[in-house]
């Protein structure tokens, strides 16, 4: 079975076979022992000396954490969207209360810069901006350098979402400035649902000092706490097996070196473009800006995208993802990020060749 959803990814089988161990005490000095290794090599992958918290629940948590552990009700956010995840972000900050800005592109385009900074100098009481590192619905990769330089010019908060960036598609967290920065286990990371991590700077911290949303579950300066001061544990009970599988991931990253893996999905994101040119479809996204963790595709005139993603899923094992709020039955999607080669695209592209004239009505 081809999986190729942008998430949850296929797991190698090591990092199964992990999980299979059985539980210890989360309390104990050997889940200590653990914690403490897979944040030292989760910095790495964030590229951050600062704090990288590991808390359980799933990306969508991690971004409600990023909020509620910097902002206050009231406060002004400008919020940058090119698709659904970027709309998702601004939602969540609203329903907490910040007055959200929503500055937003076309779906398939990256954020402009230039556009970025007149939103803030309209508004110079904005405290922090929201933006998609890689916005899944849409297959594009911002250019978060070039719009960090921007928020860090009016020396604003950066949150970023990175869920379906961080692990496979360089962020320097720190170089480029990212004062939160959030991802989850299922993606990028070879492993299970279950974990999302939380990068926070200096910057964020003085920002949780002052943050007034409520917060319990989420609370990452208590996160923070029962790391330094209960011997390396978690306020909550963890999720014991997906922190298995994530040690076992991450070595398997290491091995691998993280330039090796950011250079094999850029490898992979060209054999999918290519790929699908060379069976006359077209992409959704502008290409220059094409996310190398998951490919958009136009939904070809006369076909049920419905019926196509079936016929594979069904007939050729290949499960692909369909186009997500408005691009619902417009567009489909390739996830190759994490466990993937370009000789897995190259099945998917070679079963979508045959489902297709199956799916034309
Ligand atoms: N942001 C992005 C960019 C994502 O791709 C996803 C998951 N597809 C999320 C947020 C939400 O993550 P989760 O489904 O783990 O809550």
């Known amino acids: ?12 089988d090591e990092v199964l076979q992990a999980m299979t161990k059985q539980m210890i005490n989360h309390r104990g000095k050997e889940f200590g022992a653990l914690l403490r290794q ?35 009700p009231g406060d002004k956010v400008l919020s940058v969207s090119i698709g659904d995840f970027g709309d998702r972000f601004a939602n969540i900050a609203q329903q907490f209360g910040a007055e959200v800005k929503r500055l937003g592109f076309e779906w398939g385009t990256p954020a402009d810069p230039e556009t970025v ?22 297959g594009i990769t911002n250019d978060l350098a070039a719009i960090s330089a921007v928020v860090k010019e009016f020396d604003l908060l950066l949150i970023v979402d990175g869920v379906s960036s961080i692990s496979s598609i360089d962020l320097p967290v720190d170089d480029w400035q990212v004062d939160v920065a959030v991802t989850a286990s299922q993606k990028g990371w070879m492993a299970p649902p279950g ?37 390396n544990q978690t306020p909550w009970t963890p999720a014991v097996s997906t922190f298995y599988a994530l040690a076992l991931a991450l070595d398997m990253l290491e091995r691998e070196t993280l330039s090796k893996v950011f250079a094999r999905h850029v490898r992979v994101g060209k054999a999918a473009r290519e790929g699908i040119r060379s069976i006359g479809l077209s992409l959704f996204a502008n ?30 094992g290949v499960v692909l993802a369909g ?24 099945e998917v592209v070679a079963a979508l060749k045959a489902a297709l004239p199956q799916a034309r009505s």
């Not at 079975?1 to 190698?12: D, E, F, K, S, V």
């Not at 900074?117 to 619905?137: F, G, I, Q, W, Y």
Request: charged residues 25%; contains cysteine; proline residues 4%.
């Open 1 to 12: 079975m081809q999986l190729r959803i942008p998430g949850p990814t296929p797991c190698p």
């Open 38 to 72: 897979v944040t030292q090599q989760l910095k790495g992958v964030f590229q951050t000396k600062g704090d990288v918290l590991i808390l359980t629940g799933s990306g969508t948590g991690a971004m409600e954490a990023a909020i509620v552990n910097t902002l206050s």
């Open 117 to 138: 900074r007149k939103a803030l100098k309209s508004d110079p009481a904005t405290k922090a901006v929201l933006v998609t590192h890689n916005e899944t619905s849409t």
């Open 195 to 231: 974990l999302a991590m939380v990068s926070m700077s200096q910057k964020a911290w003085q920002a949780y000092a002052k943050a007034k949303m409520p917060r319990f579950y989420w609370d990452l300066g208590k996160a923070k706490r029962f790391v330094e001061e209960k011997g």
């Open 287 to 316: 290409e220059a800006y094409a996310s190398n963790t998951v490919t958009a595709i136009k939904g070809p005139e006369g076909v049920d995208l419905k019926k196509l993603l079936q016929l594979l899923r069904e007939d050729y």
């Open 323 to 346: 186009g997500q709020g408005k691009l619902d039955g417009k567009i489909f999607r390739i996830g190759h990020m994490g466990w993937v080669t370009e000789a897995d695209i190259g």
